[in-house]
């Protein structure tokens, strides 16, 4: 156990008791002795690789935590490169409009 072997054919004669042989599956050479050497030792669990940052960073939760932080921070600085008379302008046209509402967009839809 724990060691990898070669795979071998091995072939035993109805017809002729007592008669066996062996052959090398990869080949097809017959062995003339029986004798099986490790190839290597079996690995049958993967390694955990250890932890990295990087692998957070890369994961889609990552990118998106690092876009959000992003937007947190340039949003108010995006916003103070506008001018305040624009900005009451459109807050004074916004409510001149006036914000529709879903009884209201209903209303006009079913009519």
């Known amino acids: 156990m724990g060691y990898l072997f070669s795979p071998v054919r091995v072939d035993i004669s109805a017809r002729n008791p007592g008669k066996i042989q062996a052959a090398m599956t990869e080949n097809r050479r017959a062995l003339q002795e029986l004798v099986l050497e490790p190839l290597r030792e079996e690995q049958y669990y993967d390694k955990r690789e250890p ?61």
């Open 51 to 111: 932890f990295s940052l990087m692998s957070i960073v890369k994961s889609p939760m990552g990118l998106m935590i690092g876009f959000m932080v992003l937007v947190v921070f340039l949003m108010p600085k995006l916003m103070d490169n506008i001018d305040p008379e624009e900005m009451k302008r459109a807050q004074e046209e916004m409510r001149n409009q006036g914000v529709p509402s879903l009884t209201n967009l209903l209303s006009s839809r079913s009519s």
